[in-house]
């Protein structure tokens, strides 16, 4: 016979109860089944597990070695239970939170992996922003970004997955001199004045300082502006050219041209907690995220 979980629970509450009588009522079975039960427990450990009296039962010391580890290895199974049934279980609502227009999109898009479950959205700025609160358990799902060569693998309790790698590109004025080619060379703008957003706590902008201090020069950077709009009006006016993502606003005496050789690139992440409720879904997310970006280069 070998040892199971039930035979394990038997002997637990056996010296729970302290009786025969009270565990085999406990069990719904008979004091002579029970018995033989637990003699044939004891044959398989190899060794009398209790002392028996008129006043009920006792472990022995090869009872009390066992009843340790009995133990341990039920609350280690229930354990183990209750984080597989909270796993599986449907979240009461979806908490969601990101930077880009990914966010709203996939928070669109979360329906189709949790039927019926609400989803709460929000946007930040900052990408570390978006990961302290994941990583606190205030959101339940990030999409976020960084510039940086990390190892994603060793973020404490955070689990990541790489959505896609997207090459910053450069957005000028239409009329720029350079503006006719399909790509430039960082170094090439070394004399125009920069619009930069402000640090998002990733990375940004010293990967940028990085690029051009590898280009050979020191950008000029006068301007520091949050809303892109912003940014985009100065560059209408022939003011300063500006490091972008692909999907920058054009139009109106703008336009978006690649850097030659990828000098920045910025990575799309997404972020959950490995004990969050949408884990065992994560895969599915992903897959998700990356139609949605694909789709997005597509129209551009």
Same mark, same amino acid.
């Given at each position: 016979?070998?040892?199971?979980?039930?035979?394990?629970?038997?002997?637990?509450?056996?010296?729970?109860?302290?009786?025969?009588?009270?565990?085999?009522?406990?069990?719904?079975?008979?004091? %002579?089944?029970?018995?033989?039960?637990?003699?044939?427990?004891?044959?398989?450990?190899?060794?009398?597990?209790?002392?028996?009296?008129?006043?009920?039962?006792?472990?022995?010391?090869?009872?009390?070695?066992v009843l340790i580890r009995a133990r341990a290895v039920l609350l280690s199974m229930d354990d183990l239970m209750h984080d597989i049934s909270a796993r599986g279980a449907s979240p009461t609502a979806l908490r969601?939170?990101?930077?880009?227009?990914?966010?709203?999109?996939?928070?669109?898009?979360? %329906?189709?992996?949790?039927?019926?479950?609400?989803? !709460?959205?929000?946007?930040?700025?900052?990408?570390?922003?978006?990961?302290?609160?994941?990583?606190?358990? &205030?959101?339940?799902?990030?999409?976020?970004?960084?510039?940086?060569? &990390?190892?994603?693998?060793?973020?404490?309790?955070?689990?990541?997955?790489?959505?896609?790698?997207?090459?910053?590109?450069?957005?000028?004025?239409?009329? !720029? %001199?350079?503006?006719?080619?399909?790509?430039?060379?960082?170094?090439?703008?070394?004399?125009?004045?920069?619009?930069?957003? /402000?640090?998002?706590?990733?990375?940004?902008?010293?990967?940028?300082?990085?690029?051009?201090? &590898?280009?050979?020069?020191?950008?000029?950077?006068?301007?520091?502006?949050?809303?892109?709009?912003?940014?985009?009006?100065?560059?209408?006016?022939?003011?300063?050219?500006? %490091?972008? +993502?692909?999907?920058?606003?054009?139009?109106?005496?703008?336009?978006?041209? +690649?850097?030659?050789?990828?000098?920045?690139?910025?990575?799309?992440?997404?972020?959950?907690?490995?004990?969050? /409720?949408?884990?065992?879904?994560?895969?599915r997310i992903a897959r998700v995220a990356r139609e949605i970006i694909g789709r997005s280069a597509e129209k551009i």
């Amino acid at each position: 016979m070998d040892l199971e979980l039930r035979h394990l629970r038997t002997v637990c509450l056996l010296a729970d109860t302290g009786s025969v009588t009270k565990a085999a009522a406990a069990l719904s079975t008979s004091q %002579p089944a029970l018995t033989t039960q637990l003699q044939r427990i004891e044959r398989e450990v190899g060794g009398t597990l209790f002392h028996r009296g008129r006043s009920g039962v006792r472990p022995t010391e090869l009872g009390e070695f066992v009843l340790i580890r009995a133990r341990a290895v039920l609350l280690s199974m229930d354990d183990l239970m209750h984080d597989i049934s909270a796993r599986g279980a449907s979240p009461t609502a979806l908490r969601i939170g990101g930077v880009g227009q990914l966010t709203v999109e996939l928070s669109g898009r979360l %329906p189709e992996v949790f039927p019926g479950v609400p989803v !709460h959205v929000r946007t930040e700025y900052s990408p570390k922003l978006v990961t302290d609160l994941v990583r606190a358990g &205030r959101l339940d799902l990030g999409t976020t970004i960084d510039y940086v060569d &990390r190892d994603l693998t060793t973020d404490g309790p955070l689990s990541w997955s790489m959505l896609a790698v997207d090459p910053l590109h450069v957005a000028l004025w239409a009329d !720029h %001199p350079l503006a006719e080619k399909p790509s430039i060379h960082l170094e090439d703008l070394a004399d125009n004045s920069w619009a930069l957003t /402000p640090p998002d706590g990733t990375g940004w902008p010293e990967c940028f300082y990085v690029a051009c201090q &590898r280009a050979g020069f020191s950008p000029d950077v006068p301007y520091r502006l949050h809303d892109r709009s912003e940014i985009r009006d100065l560059i209408a006016d022939r003011r300063a050219v500006a %490091p972008c +993502q692909s999907d920058f606003d054009t139009g109106r005496g703008v336009v978006v041209r +690649q850097l030659e050789g990828a000098p920045i690139q910025l990575r799309h992440l997404l972020v959950w907690r490995r004990d969050g /409720p949408v884990s065992q879904a994560a895969d599915r997310i992903a897959r998700v995220a990356r139609e949605i970006i694909g789709r997005s280069a597509e129209k551009i």
